[in-house]
């Protein structure tokens, strides 16, 4: 008997479709419109086709800025992925001690964005703040409104900060989604801490680990208030990133055109980096090399 299918379910989801209809789709369609046209009144535009695309991709300040996030966004995670995981192995396993380490450890990510970044502006002042004071008392000469190194080391450890927590909470779940008759046979075999961590924490958690790596990624890639209320960009234009550079053309300069046909580009550059990050590590451990 041949069954019948019923796909009256898929009504139960068309609100769904409804919300991203006007809530992405729509809005990226208002951008595509503006990226090819210049709009010069409501009833008088003009249609440019790709020269806004031209001119945006050969702007040396546009990169500038594209050098400066990947490099951000590379010492982000080649800080936080180790740091989360290191985190998550050293907190207790049960008990009241791992429900406290769990709930300190997620405080910082409850923390608006825009808070965080005043905290951080504070906190590094040579004047009033208390890492800024220690610093300069150790006899290094810290200024991060003046100094691009010293402005990079603090958005750095600011992000890192904020958003290992997330990743180190991604970790703890999944080390404690291992089964435990996997440590019971490395224990059996003799197997060393490293040997665990090589052979059975670290196989069990890419999934996990691809997670946070598109996560953090993500995040890293379109970071926006923390930089802009620690340093505004500055000095200079040395913590000015790709958001900042396209609020700075969108709302500083109002050139809605260039604008547009930037926010295009930089949605296909993470969605190009998202791609291969994850092509990349669905293919790790697959293939084998022949004996």
């Not at 898929?10 to 046209?37: C, D, E, H």
């Not at 500038?64 to 080649?78: C, E, G, N, P, T």
């Not at 999944?174 to 089964?179: D, N, Q, T």
């Not at 801490?193 to 993500?218: C, D, E, N, S």
Request: with cysteine; aromatic share 14%; net charge neutral.
């Amino acid at each position: 008997m041949q069954k019948i299918q019923d796909n009256r379910a898929w009504f139960l989801v068309l609100p769904v479709f409804v919300t991203v209809a006007f809530s992405a789709i729509i809005p990226l369609m208002t951008v595509v419109n503006y990226s090819v046209q210049d709009i010069l009144g409501p009833d008088n535009r003009v249609f440019v086709g790709t020269e806004f695309f031209a001119g945006v991709l050969t702007d040396p300040d546009l990169h500038d800025a594209l050098v400066r996030q990947i490099m951000f966004s590379a010492i982000i995670l080649a800080i936080e992925i180790p740091l989360g995981i290191a985190v998550a192995r050293a907190l207790p396993v049960k008990g009241w001690r791992a429900s406290l380490s769990l709930v300190v450890l997620a405080l910082p990510l409850l923390i608006p964005w825009n808070v965080v970044g005043t905290i951080w502006q504070i906190f590094g002042r040579g004047d009033i703040g208390l890492a800024g004071y220690v610093v300069n008392a150790l006899g290094i000469d810290y200024n991060y409104t003046a100094d691009p190194l010293a402005a990079w080391v603090t958005v750095i450890v600011m992000d890192v900060w904020h958003w290992t927590p997330l990743v180190a909470l991604l970790a703890y779940a999944g080390l404690r989604a291992i089964p435990d008759a996997y440590y019971q046979a490395a224990q059996i075999d003799g197997a060393s801490a490293w040997a665990v961590f090589r052979y059975i924490q670290l196989p069990k958690l890419r999934g996990v680990l691809l997670i946070a790596l598109l996560l953090r990624f993500m995040d890293s890639f379109m970071i926006y208030t923390e930089p802009f209320v620690l340093t505004g960009g500055g000095p200079g234009n040395s913590t000015t990133f790709l958001s900042q550079y396209l609020a700075t053309l969108a709302v500083g300069q109002f050139d809605l055109g260039p604008a547009a046909a930037f926010s295009i580009v930089y949605f296909l550059i993470v969605l190009l980096f998202c791609f291969v990050f994850y092509t990349a590590l669905q293919n790790v451990g697959r293939s084998r090399p022949a004996s």
